[in-house]
């Protein structure tokens, strides 16, 4: 491996450091230094070795067992061959579709979610969803059965604080839905919030707030957006929008 793309990581941007830190998929840290290997230095291929060279560079610390198993299971996003240094990968256009909420340096990020692909929908929330940190705020009217399979792509760690408002569905199954999910989700809380104005459907986090245009629940049923805005792209709305959500909360009953 060229010391180069060694020396390439060690300086790279700090912003982009950090978010190659925060990043908490084995698979997606493996990705997105194919990626920056490739797109930035014109090296295709890497090694699991020469991943961790790279990240270790950039102050970054992985265990090699979980890169090589994550590489592994990583199917068509990554490209392999053979070599005397041992298997090499490259990223494919699937592994770069993967990861580009995560390296992305834009402040405002849309994507389309269109009518009739509930899968596809899942996996666009779960991208970005998977990768949340720190206090996590959701706002949605609506909730239901599936809600919770949407929670759960939260990772454990985050303190999530999801508002809602009324049900379409039995209300009892929905206490035992929602109280097996909160033993395994502790860090979880979730209230119903006690007045009519809540419309809109967003979640906040520490750096950033994302409008969702469809119940996330039933994302992927009808064409929608959803649209991600750094906190210092527009800090004023992003403390409107928190004052708002603390307001309703505070005025709301646990479920």
């Not at 035992?176 to 007045?195: A, L």
Request: glycine content about 4%; proline content about 4%.
């Amino acid at each position: 491996m060229p010391t180069s793309i060694l020396d390439g990581f060690k300086k790279l941007d700090k912003s982009l450091k950090e978010k190659l830190a925060d990043i908490n998929s084995p698979q997606k840290t493996a990705l997105s230094v194919l990626q920056i290997s490739y797109d930035n230095f014109k090296v295709e291929y890497l090694t699991p070795e020469a991943i961790i060279a790279c990240l270790e560079a950039a102050d970054i610390s992985i265990k090699k067992i979980a890169l090589v198993r994550a590489l592994a299971r990583s199917g068509n996003k990554v490209s392999t061959k053979k070599t005397d240094d041992g298997l090499k990968y490259k990223i494919t256009i699937h592994g770069r579709r993967s990861i580009e909420n995560i390296l992305s340096t834009d402040s405002l990020q849309i994507i389309y979610v269109r009518a009739g692909t509930p899968r596809t929908a899942r996996n666009q929330l779960k991208s970005f969803l998977n990768e949340l940190k720190g206090q996590v705020k959701i706002c949605d009217p609506y909730y239901g059965v599936r809600t919770f399979d949407v929670l759960e792509l939260i990772p454990k760690s985050c303190n999530v604080s999801f508002l809602t408002l009324k049900t379409n569905e039995n209300v009892g199954l929905l206490k035992r839905v929602i109280k097996d999910f909160v033993t395994e989700h502790p860090k979880t809380s979730i209230k119903q919030y006690n007045g009519k104005d809540i419309h809109d459907r967003y979640i906040i986090t520490d750096s950033n707030f994302i409008i969702v245009g469809h119940g996330i629940k039933d994302i992927g049923n009808k064409d929608s957006f959803v649209i991600t805005i750094e906190k210092a792209f527009a800090p004023d709305l992003w403390i409107q929008i928190s004052n708002s959500f603390n307001n309703k909360w505070s005025n709301s009953i646990p479920l």
